[in-house]
């Protein structure tokens, strides 16, 4: 069966890094575009950046451009996301998702097939 098992969450000061990881099996990855979302308390799943599957094209929110970096190894069947100058309000539960069809576009959650279980990301002030 799919599975996504993300990593490298964990708590850190504003203005830090955390860099998480997102591996994955039972699918042929390089057919499949990668996401990245967040959820915080109380609220809704949010799009946060995705890759497609041959990494030419990459997207993200608004609120985490220049701030964040997502990128893929195909050969180790894993997706990242580099999180520099971490604020509070990017405290959420992360989860990273995989599609092979875009029907909407990347950044609706409701195209992608497969999660992960989440990893959580906590910034202090």
């Known amino acids: 069966q799919v599975q996504l098992v993300e990593s490298g969450g964990g708590l850190v000061q504003a203005g830090g890094s955390l860099r998480l990881s997102c591996v994955a099996s039972?699918?042929?990855?390089?057919?499949?575009?990668m996401g990245w979302f967040r959820q915080a308390p109380g609220k809704e799943r949010d799009f946060v950046a995705a890759?497609?599957?041959?990494?030419?094209?990459?997207y993200y929110a608004d609120s985490v451009k220049g701030r964040f970096t997502i990128s893929r190894d195909n050969a180790k069947n894993t997706v990242y996301l580099q999180m520099n100058s971490l604020k509070p309000e990017d405290t959420a539960v992360y989860y990273c998702?995989?599609?092979?069809?875009?029907?909407?576009?990347?950044?609706?959650?409701?195209?992608?097939?497969?999660w992960g279980q989440g990893t959580q990301v906590t910034v202090s002030s």
């Open positions: 998702a995989a599609t092979t069809t875009y029907r909407v576009g990347p950044t609706s959650r409701h195209d992608y097939d497969y």
């Open positions: 890759i497609t599957s041959s990494g030419l094209r990459i």
């Open positions: 039972g699918l042929t990855f390089s057919r499949n575009a």
